[in-house]
Nanobody
Framework: VQLQASGGGLMQAGGSMRLSCVAS????????VAWFRQAPGKEREFVAA????????FYADSVKGRFTLSRDNNKNTGYLQMNSLKPEDTAVYFC???????????????????WGQGTQVTVSS
């Protein structure tokens, strides 16, 4: 499965942006969707993920209440709606899909099998 992430760009603090992640085939619907990000000089970190067990979503504390994960299986697409953006949200954002064996692993990058190429999000103060 190939993933294509898009929607990044330059935004002022307080603004909103929606990232999209389009998968190449219909198997997308059987996978959990997650987003990770990597800021310059930092390690990749978890942002958000959906659960395969009961439809819950998980967020990093730093984005909780500002970011919303969603998906449209008819379009083989996952989304990350980002509101109230902050300069510290600046990073390359990666989408990923996979089948974590339990929600316990939803925040682990190693639980995801397929990754997009990343899209740059820059938030100016």
């Amino acid at each position: 499965v190939q993933l294509q992430a898009s929607g990044g760009g330059l935004m002022q603090a307080g603004g909103s942006m929606r990232l999209s992640c389009v998968a190449s085939d219909r198997s997308f619907s059987s996978y959990a969707v997650a987003w990770f990000r990597q800021a310059p000089g930092k390690e990749r970190e978890f942002v958000a993920a959906g659960s395969l067990f009961g439809g819950r979503t998980f967020y990093a504390d730093s984005v909780k209440g500002r970011f919303t994960l969603s998906r449209d299986n008819n379009k083989n697409t996952g989304y990350l709606q980002m509101n109230s953006l902050k300069p510290e949200d600046t990073a390359v954002y990666f989408c990923a899909i996979g089948a974590p064996i339990s929600d316990r692993f939803s925040r682990d990058a190693s639980a995801y099998d397929y990754w997009g190429q990343g899209t740059q999000v820059t938030v100016s103060s």
